[in-house]
Nanobody, 115 residues
Framework: QGPLVESGGGLVQAGGSLKLSCAAS????????MGWYRQAPGKQREEVAT???????SYADFLKGRFTISRDNAKKTVYLQMSSLKPDDTAVYYC?????????WGQGTQVTVSS
């Protein structure tokens, strides 16, 4: 396993919800900004949401309040609560960790939203 392991992806109907989790194996989590990116077929990877060490979140404009990012430093885990899902949200979602100049990526978890 790598330093980041995602879970929680799956198939959901439009309008439904999913919660993604990303567990970090490294103590670097305590010093890291964390985030979620996604990549849909044929498209570039795009930022979804990030959260600083101090738990200040930032979201992509296209989300319009549908997703919430959070972190549990004791569990070394970052979450992405996704609601009101749309077929356009279908993508592989990647966990991201940034410490200083270094970046780390998870292997990704598939989210598929059916219409």
């Amino acid at each position: 396993q790598g330093p980041l392991v995602e879970s929680g992806g799956g198939l959901v109907q439009a309008g439904g919800s999913l919660k993604l989790s990303c567990a970090a194996s490294s103590t670097l989590f305590s010093f890291a900004s964390m985030g979620w990116y996604r990549q849909a077929p044929g498209k570039q990877r795009e930022e979804v949401a990030t959260i600083t060490l101090g738990a200040r979140p930032s979201y992509a404009d296209f989300l319009k309040g549908r997703f919430t990012i959070s972190r549990d430093n004791a569990k070394k885990t970052v979450y992405l609560q996704m609601s009101s899902l749309k077929p356009d949200d279908t993508a592989v979602y990647y966990c991201w960790m940034s410490v200083g100049r270094n970046e780390y990526w998870g292997q990704g978890t598939q989210v598929t939203v059916s219409s």
